[in-house]
C-alpha cells in the first residue's frame, strides 16, 4: 500500500506522471516525492525515466519513486498502467500529463501537416488515453487529480504555430470535457475529483539558460515552479480547481 513521507495533502498520496524523463517531469517527480507521494512515473525514452526516478530517490532517500515504460499512444497499455498502479498501491490520487512535443513553421502558408500527424499523438492522443485510464481510480480516490500543462498560445495563436496551438487546444478542451464528467458525478456534493490545466507561456530550465546565458526567457515558467504549482493543487479543494485553467504566466 500507499507510504509517504510529508505530512500535507500529498503524504501517501500516489500520483503517475506521465513525461517524466524531461526537465519538467524531472523537476514534479522531486517536488512530489518531497511531499510524501508515492510517484509512478513513465517516459518514451527509458534511459531518460530511469536517470529521472533514480534523481528523485537520490534527493529524497526513503520516498518511494518507480519507473514504468508504457505506450502512452496504446489505449490498452495505458488502461493496464492505470490498472497496475492501483493494484501495487491500493489507490490512484493523481494522472500529472508532461508530455509534449513541438513543431512550428516559417508562415502559416508553409504548414507541415505532417507537423499535425505528430502532435496529434503526441499531445491529444496521449491525453486521450490517460484521462481515459484513469478516470475511475481518480473518481474513487478522495483526492482525485488531472492536470494537464498547455501554452498561452491556444488562447492566441500564431502563424507558424498552427499544428501546435490547435493540438493543445484540443488536449485542453479534451481536459475540461473530463473535468464535466467529474462535476456531474460529484452531483449537489460537488466533484469528488477534479481536472484542471497549467497554462505556461513557455518552460525553461537550467540546461537552456546555460545554452543561452544571454537569454532573457521573458515569461517563461522554471520547471520547478511548475513543479511547485502542480504539487499545490492538492491543497485546494476538488470544486475550486475543477475545470479551471490556472494560469501560471500572463493572459495574452
Known sequence: ?????????LSGAVIAVAGAGGPAGRATLMRLAEAGAVVVGSDADPQRLAEAVDAARYAHGGATVVGDTVD???LQATRDWAGRIEKDFGRVDGLVHLVGGWRGSSS???TDLADWELLEKLLIRTVQHTSLAFFDALQ?????????????????????????AASKAAAEAWTLAMADAFRKAGGEDGPRAAAAILVVKALVHDAMRAERPNAKFAGFT???????AIAGVWDKPAGEVNGNRLWLTEKP
Request: no cysteine; aromatic share 6%.
Open 222 to 228: 522554471d520547471v520547478t515552479e511548475l513543479a511547485e
Open 108 to 110: 502559416f502558408a508553409g
Open 1 to 9: 500500500m500507499a507510504n509517504g513521507n510529508g505530512n500535507g495533502a
Open 140 to 164: 474513487r480516490s478522495d483526492r482525485g487529480r488531472y492536470l494537464l500543462t498547455s501554452a498561452a498560445g491556444t488562447a492566441k495563436p500564431t502563424a507558424g504555430n498552427a499544428a501546435y
Open 72 to 74: 502512452l499512444l496504446d
